[in-house]
Protein backbone atom coordinates (compact mmCIF):
# COMPACT_ATOMS: atom_id res chain seq x y z
CA UNK A 1 0.00 0.00 0.00
CA UNK A 2 1.35 3.43 -0.91
CA UNK A 3 -1.54 5.60 0.50
CA UNK A 4 -0.41 6.03 3.85
CA UNK A 5 3.18 5.75 2.96
CA UNK A 6 5.18 9.43 2.93
CA UNK A 7 6.72 9.36 0.03
CA UNK A 8 7.31 13.41 0.42
CA UNK A 9 9.54 12.99 3.60
CA UNK A 10 11.70 10.94 1.30
CA UNK A 11 11.83 13.15 -1.43
CA UNK A 12 12.65 16.16 0.64
CA UNK A 13 16.10 13.99 1.84
CA UNK A 14 16.86 13.19 -1.73
CA UNK A 15 16.45 16.17 -3.43
CA UNK A 16 18.46 18.06 -0.78
CA UNK A 17 21.27 15.54 -1.68
CA UNK A 18 20.31 15.83 -5.75
CA UNK A 19 20.84 19.57 -5.16
CA UNK A 20 24.02 19.27 -3.16
CA UNK A 21 25.71 16.09 -4.77
CA UNK A 22 25.85 15.03 -1.00
CA UNK A 23 25.34 11.39 -0.61
CA UNK A 24 24.51 9.55 3.09
CA UNK A 25 22.89 6.54 4.91
CA UNK A 26 19.90 4.78 3.86
CA UNK A 27 16.71 6.21 3.97
CA UNK A 28 15.22 6.44 7.35
CA UNK A 29 13.04 3.33 8.15
CA UNK A 30 9.52 5.25 8.11
CA UNK A 31 10.11 6.43 4.35
CA UNK A 32 12.22 3.74 3.26
CA UNK A 33 10.06 2.19 0.28
CA UNK A 34 9.42 -1.50 0.26
CA UNK A 35 7.93 -2.07 -2.59
CA UNK A 36 8.25 -1.25 -6.24
CA UNK A 37 4.65 0.90 -6.16
CA UNK A 38 6.36 2.90 -2.53
CA UNK A 39 9.38 3.08 -4.73
CA UNK A 40 7.35 4.97 -7.59
CA UNK A 41 5.69 7.25 -5.60
CA UNK A 42 9.21 8.68 -4.14
CA UNK A 43 10.00 8.98 -7.59
CA UNK A 44 7.05 10.98 -8.58
CA UNK A 45 7.60 13.51 -5.64
CA UNK A 46 11.27 13.45 -5.81
CA UNK A 47 9.99 14.91 -9.43
CA UNK A 48 7.42 17.23 -8.38
CA UNK A 49 9.95 18.73 -5.24
CA UNK A 50 12.95 18.75 -7.84
CA UNK A 51 11.05 20.29 -10.52
CA UNK A 52 9.11 23.11 -8.46
CA UNK A 53 12.64 23.75 -6.54
CA UNK A 54 14.84 24.34 -9.77
CA UNK A 55 12.18 25.64 -11.72
CA UNK A 56 13.08 22.32 -14.09
CA UNK A 57 11.00 19.51 -16.39
CA UNK A 58 11.21 16.01 -17.44
CA UNK A 59 13.33 15.91 -20.36
CA UNK A 60 13.82 12.43 -20.72
CA UNK A 61 13.92 9.03 -19.04
CA UNK A 62 15.76 6.27 -18.45
CA UNK A 63 14.62 2.25 -18.85
CA UNK A 64 15.17 -1.34 -19.73
CA UNK A 65 12.71 -4.23 -20.14
CA UNK A 66 11.53 -5.32 -16.63
CA UNK A 67 12.85 -8.49 -14.84
CA UNK A 68 11.23 -10.45 -11.94
CA UNK A 69 10.87 -8.51 -9.32
CA UNK A 70 12.44 -4.88 -11.10
CA UNK A 71 11.27 -2.19 -12.77
CA UNK A 72 14.29 0.14 -14.25
CA UNK A 73 12.62 3.49 -14.91
CA UNK A 74 13.77 6.96 -13.95
CA UNK A 75 13.00 10.84 -15.19
CA UNK A 76 16.17 12.32 -16.45
CA UNK A 77 15.57 16.33 -15.44
CA UNK A 78 16.32 18.85 -18.17
CA UNK A 79 18.83 21.20 -16.35
CA UNK A 80 20.80 18.08 -16.16
CA UNK A 81 20.79 17.29 -19.94
CA UNK A 82 23.97 18.89 -21.42
CA UNK A 83 25.07 19.00 -25.17
CA UNK A 84 28.19 20.84 -25.20
CA UNK A 85 31.28 20.12 -23.25
CA UNK A 86 32.92 20.63 -20.78
CA UNK A 87 30.12 18.62 -18.39
CA UNK A 88 30.03 19.51 -14.97
CA UNK A 89 29.16 16.87 -12.44
CA UNK A 90 29.42 15.56 -9.58
CA UNK A 91 32.70 13.01 -9.48
CA UNK A 92 33.17 9.80 -7.59
CA UNK A 93 36.31 10.09 -5.40
CA UNK A 94 38.65 6.68 -5.18
CA UNK A 95 42.02 5.89 -3.28
CA UNK A 96 43.41 6.86 -6.69
CA UNK A 97 41.52 10.05 -6.48
CA UNK A 98 38.20 11.51 -8.36
CA UNK A 99 37.05 9.98 -11.31
CA UNK A 100 33.66 10.50 -13.69
CA UNK A 101 31.28 8.11 -13.86
CA UNK A 102 29.31 7.30 -17.20
CA UNK A 103 27.67 4.77 -18.97
CA UNK A 104 27.71 4.22 -22.82
CA UNK A 105 24.01 4.86 -24.44
CA UNK A 106 22.01 5.46 -27.69
CA UNK A 107 19.33 8.02 -26.86
CA UNK A 108 16.04 8.15 -28.92
CA UNK A 109 14.54 11.71 -29.11
CA UNK A 110 10.79 11.97 -29.42
CA UNK A 111 8.98 14.15 -32.03
CA UNK A 112 5.71 13.62 -31.12
CA UNK A 113 3.53 13.13 -27.89
CA UNK A 114 2.72 9.36 -26.88
CA UNK A 115 -0.02 10.59 -24.48
CA UNK A 116 -1.99 8.59 -22.09
CA UNK A 117 -5.18 6.67 -23.93
CA UNK A 118 -7.13 3.74 -23.61
CA UNK A 119 -5.54 1.62 -25.95
CA UNK A 120 -2.20 0.30 -26.32
CA UNK A 121 0.69 1.51 -27.96
CA UNK A 122 1.81 -0.91 -30.91
CA UNK A 123 5.59 -1.02 -31.48
CA UNK A 124 4.92 0.63 -35.04
CA UNK A 125 3.61 3.38 -33.23
CA UNK A 126 6.51 3.78 -30.79
CA UNK A 127 8.72 4.10 -34.22
CA UNK A 128 6.80 6.24 -35.39
CA UNK A 129 7.12 9.00 -32.82
CA UNK A 130 11.24 8.64 -32.92
CA UNK A 131 12.65 11.50 -34.55
CA UNK A 132 16.20 10.84 -34.39
CA UNK A 133 18.77 8.81 -32.55
CA UNK A 134 22.03 10.27 -30.90
CA UNK A 135 25.29 8.56 -29.01
CA UNK A 136 24.68 9.35 -25.38
CA UNK A 137 26.24 9.01 -22.06
CA UNK A 138 24.27 8.44 -18.83
CA UNK A 139 26.11 10.44 -15.95
CA UNK A 140 26.41 8.15 -12.83
CA UNK A 141 25.76 9.57 -9.43
CA UNK A 142 23.92 7.92 -6.15
CA UNK A 143 22.33 9.80 -3.33
CA UNK A 144 23.42 7.16 -0.69
CA UNK A 145 27.10 6.76 0.30
CA UNK A 146 26.83 2.66 -0.08
CA UNK A 147 24.56 1.68 -2.35
CA UNK A 148 25.48 -1.76 -1.84
CA UNK A 149 23.81 -1.86 0.99
CA UNK A 150 20.13 -1.24 -0.10
CA UNK A 151 17.38 -2.76 -1.68
CA UNK A 152 16.23 -2.30 -5.43
CA UNK A 153 12.97 -0.03 -4.30
CA UNK A 154 15.62 2.50 -2.37
CA UNK A 155 17.51 2.79 -5.92
CA UNK A 156 14.63 2.92 -7.66
CA UNK A 157 12.82 5.51 -5.45
CA UNK A 158 16.48 7.89 -6.24
CA UNK A 159 16.27 7.24 -9.73
CA UNK A 160 18.97 4.60 -9.97
CA UNK A 161 22.20 6.55 -9.94
CA UNK A 162 21.55 8.81 -12.57
CA UNK A 163 22.57 12.25 -12.24
CA UNK A 164 22.41 13.66 -15.94
CA UNK A 165 22.86 13.12 -19.86
CA UNK A 166 25.27 14.12 -22.26
CA UNK A 167 23.76 13.89 -25.75
CA UNK A 168 26.64 13.27 -28.39
CA UNK A 169 26.17 12.84 -32.21
CA UNK A 170 23.13 12.29 -34.17
CA UNK A 171 23.64 8.77 -35.71
CA UNK A 172 22.03 6.74 -38.31
CA UNK A 173 18.58 5.44 -36.55
CA UNK A 174 18.11 2.42 -39.24
CA UNK A 175 21.93 1.52 -38.04
CA UNK A 176 21.25 2.42 -34.36
CA UNK A 177 18.02 0.35 -34.53
CA UNK A 178 19.65 -2.81 -35.28
CA UNK A 179 22.81 -2.07 -32.77
CA UNK A 180 22.39 -4.81 -30.74
CA UNK A 181 26.89 -4.78 -30.07
CA UNK A 182 29.53 -2.62 -31.21
CA UNK A 183 32.66 -2.15 -29.68
CA UNK A 184 33.06 1.24 -27.49
CA UNK A 185 36.80 2.65 -27.35
CA UNK A 186 37.29 5.88 -25.02
CA UNK A 187 40.78 7.46 -26.05
CA UNK A 188 41.72 10.09 -22.99
CA UNK A 189 44.14 12.73 -24.03
CA UNK A 190 45.80 11.97 -20.77
CA UNK A 191 46.93 8.64 -22.50
CA UNK A 192 44.42 6.46 -21.31
CA UNK A 193 42.46 3.83 -23.65
CA UNK A 194 39.85 2.24 -22.51
CA UNK A 195 37.78 -0.51 -24.64
CA UNK A 196 35.03 -2.65 -23.78
CA UNK A 197 33.03 -4.92 -26.30
CA UNK A 198 29.56 -3.68 -26.24
CA UNK A 199 26.52 -5.62 -25.93
CA UNK A 200 22.72 -3.74 -25.09
CA UNK A 201 21.41 -5.83 -22.21
CA UNK A 202 17.50 -6.39 -24.08
CA UNK A 203 19.72 -7.37 -27.18
CA UNK A 204 16.89 -4.91 -29.28
CA UNK A 205 17.73 -0.85 -28.02
CA UNK A 206 14.27 -0.31 -29.20
CA UNK A 207 12.71 -3.15 -27.14
CA UNK A 208 12.59 -1.21 -23.55
CA UNK A 209 10.85 1.99 -25.37
CA UNK A 210 8.00 0.10 -26.41
CA UNK A 211 7.73 -1.04 -22.50
CA UNK A 212 8.29 2.23 -21.57
CA UNK A 213 5.29 4.06 -23.96
CA UNK A 214 3.22 1.27 -22.45
CA UNK A 215 4.22 1.49 -18.86
CA UNK A 216 3.75 5.55 -18.85
CA UNK A 217 0.28 4.78 -20.70
CA UNK A 218 -1.54 2.32 -18.01
CA UNK A 219 -0.29 4.83 -15.13
CA UNK A 220 -2.09 7.93 -17.23
CA UNK A 221 0.95 9.37 -18.07
CA UNK A 222 2.86 9.57 -21.38
CA UNK A 223 6.09 10.34 -23.16
CA UNK A 224 6.35 13.79 -24.22
CA UNK A 225 7.54 15.37 -27.56
CA UNK A 226 11.30 16.41 -27.18
CA UNK A 227 12.04 14.09 -24.65
CA UNK A 228 15.12 11.59 -24.76
CA UNK A 229 14.68 7.98 -23.98
CA UNK A 230 18.03 5.99 -22.97
CA UNK A 231 17.63 1.93 -22.83
CA UNK A 232 20.23 0.38 -21.35
CA UNK A 233 23.96 0.98 -21.30
CA UNK A 234 26.24 -1.09 -23.73
CA UNK A 235 29.33 -1.64 -21.15
CA UNK A 236 27.96 -1.06 -17.68
CA UNK A 237 29.49 1.75 -15.41
CA UNK A 238 33.21 2.97 -16.75
CA UNK A 239 35.15 5.31 -14.45
CA UNK A 240 37.31 8.30 -16.60
CA UNK A 241 39.39 10.68 -16.29
CA UNK A 242 38.12 14.64 -15.23
CA UNK A 243 39.47 17.71 -16.80
CA UNK A 244 40.59 15.85 -19.74
CA UNK A 245 39.75 15.14 -23.53
CA UNK A 246 37.87 11.77 -24.47
CA UNK A 247 37.53 10.52 -27.86
CA UNK A 248 34.83 8.22 -27.57
CA UNK A 249 34.11 5.58 -30.62
CA UNK A 250 30.76 3.45 -31.43
CA UNK A 251 32.72 0.74 -34.03
CA UNK A 252 30.08 1.45 -37.13
CA UNK A 253 28.10 3.98 -35.69
CA UNK A 254 29.93 7.10 -34.65
CA UNK A 255 32.20 9.28 -32.48
CA UNK A 256 32.01 11.96 -30.03
CA UNK A 257 34.35 14.31 -28.14
CA UNK A 258 33.57 14.96 -24.25
CA UNK A 259 35.28 16.18 -21.19
CA UNK A 260 34.07 16.46 -17.70
CA UNK A 261 34.29 18.79 -14.84
CA UNK A 262 33.68 18.56 -10.91
CA UNK A 263 30.98 20.99 -9.34
CA UNK A 264 31.78 22.59 -6.43
CA UNK A 265 29.68 22.25 -3.34
CA UNK A 266 28.17 25.58 -1.75
Not at 3 to 32: K, M, T, W, Y
Not at 64 to 77: D, M, N, R
Not at 190 to 213: D, F, M
Amino acid sequence: MTADFPAHQAAAILVERRINGSQADRLPELCRPQTLEQALAVQAAVTERWCELMDDSVGGWKCLSPSEGKLVIGPIYTRTIDSVPPVSLWPKTTAEGRCTRIEPELAFFFGQDLPARAEPYTPAEVDAAIARTHMALELINSRYSDPASCEFPEMLADGLVNQGLFIGPQVDSATARGASSFTVTMTCANGQVIERQGQHPNTHPRAPLYWLAEFLRSRGEGIVAGQAVITGSYAGVIEVPLDTDIQIDYAGLGRMQVSFTAKQTA
